[in-house]
C-alpha cells in the first residue's frame, strides 16, 4: 500500500475558494479512482467527488457546480478545487485510494472551515 498526504486545508470566508492537494506515493495512482471525502462535525461520513483513471469526475449533489476534481497523474497528485464555499462545507476532508480488490487507503484528512 501506499500513503497520501493532503495539504491546502485552512480558514475560508463564506463565497470563496480554496484548493486542496492529497500527493500519492506507491505506483497505484495512475490506475486507480482517487476520491474525496469529508466528515462534518457531528455527522456522518460522505463522498464528495471522484474521478476515474481515465479521468471522468463524480460529484455529490451537495457540491457540484462549486467544486471541482482532477488529477495529475505525472505528479501523482489529485487536487479539489472548491469555489463558493459555503459554512456547511466545513469539514474534515480526505482523499482516497481505491483500486478493488488489492488497492484501499486513505490519507489523515486537511481541516477546512468556513467562517467569516
Known amino acids: 500500500q501506499g500513503q497520501l498526504v493532503e495539504s491546502g486545508g485552512g480558514l475560508v470566508q463564506p463565497g470563496g475558494s480554496l484548493r486542496l492537494s492529497c500527493a500519492a506515493s506507491g505506483s497505484a495512482f495512475s490506475t486507480s479512482f482517487m476520491l474525496w471525502y469529508r466528515r462534518a462535525p457531528g455527522k456522518e461520513r460522505e463522498l464528495v467527488a471522484g474521478?476515474?483513471?481515465?479521468?471522468?469526475?463524480n460529484y455529490s449533489e451537495a457540491v457540484r457546480g462549486r467544486f471541482t476534481i482532477s488529477r495529475d497523474n505525472a505528479k501523482n497528485t489529485v487536487y479539489l478545487q472548491m469555489n463558493s464555499v459555503k459554512s456547511e462545507d466545513t469539514a474534515v476532508y480526505f482523499c482516497r485510494c481505491l483500486r478493488p480488490p488489492t488497492v484501499d487507503y486513505w490519507g489523515q484528512g486537511t481541516q477546512v472551515t468556513v467562517s467569516s
Open positions: 474521478i476515474t483513471s481515465s479521468g471522468i469526475e
